[in-house]
């Protein structure tokens, strides 16, 4: 039994999706960042970074949204959430979720945590007056260069859908409207039709 701690509305959201989709048993444990569940020593002790997701295996603990999702794919037998017999693909699937974590994820931190990188009032102030045109571009990145069909690689459905879904959805509140990207956008619209981001979004909402 897998144990994944994710929070409504955080990155984690993609994993928990990823394992809905994934057929594998787990149990989700949902923590109130806005309450500081995520700074409890009993969690501290699983993460000591203190934050989402955090995924418990038999083999032990795993951080970071990207090597979740690689892990659930890899582990996952009832569904192909990674084309394992091509290697470039499977490469390219991580170098997209990489760009989410270390480039668009940042960006829209800058917004709301702009306390890890400044201490100057009008240091964040500025941060977060760029969190909108930084999203903007990304995502026009992801539209004109990454979209690849139906889902981010195409016809095939995979770990950097939920990622991706996940992520879209902060844009309204960073100030962008997911409209101004019709690929995004018809994706999203695309990813809430299915059962496991239905029932995954249900959870997180109690």
Not at 143 to 157: A, R
Request: hydrophobic share 45%.
């Amino acid at each position: 039994m897998l144990t994944l701690y994710t929070a409504k509305g955080s990155c984690g959201t993609a994993s928990h999706i990823a394992l809905e989709e994934s057929g594998l048993p787990y149990e989700a444990k949902l923590l109130n960042l806005g309450a500081g569940q995520q700074r409890d020593p009993d969690y501290l002790r699983i993460n000591p970074k203190g934050r989402v997701p955090a995924l418990i295996t038999a083999s032990g603990v795993l951080t970071e949204n990207p090597a979740i999702l690689f892990y659930i794919a890899s582990m996952a037998s009832a569904v192909d959430l990674l084309p394992k017999d091509d290697p470039f693909a499977v490469a390219a699937i991580l170098s997209f979720n990489a760009y989410l974590s270390s480039t668009v994820h940042v960006a829209h931190a800058h917004g709301r945590r702009g306390s890890r990188w400044a201490d100057a009032p009008e240091a964040i102030a500025a941060m977060q007056e760029k969190v909108a045109e930084n999203m903007r571009a990304s995502f026009l990145l992801i539209e004109d260069e990454y979209l690849k069909g139906e889902w981010v690689m195409g016809s095939g459905y995979t770990i950097a859908d939920p990622y991706l879904f996940t992520v879209a959805g902060w844009l309204k509140g960073d100030g962008v409207d997911i409209e101004e990207f019709p690929k995004v956008a018809e994706h999203h619209a695309r990813m809430l039709e299915r059962p496991a981001v239905q029932k995954a979004l249900a959870a997180e909402r109690g």
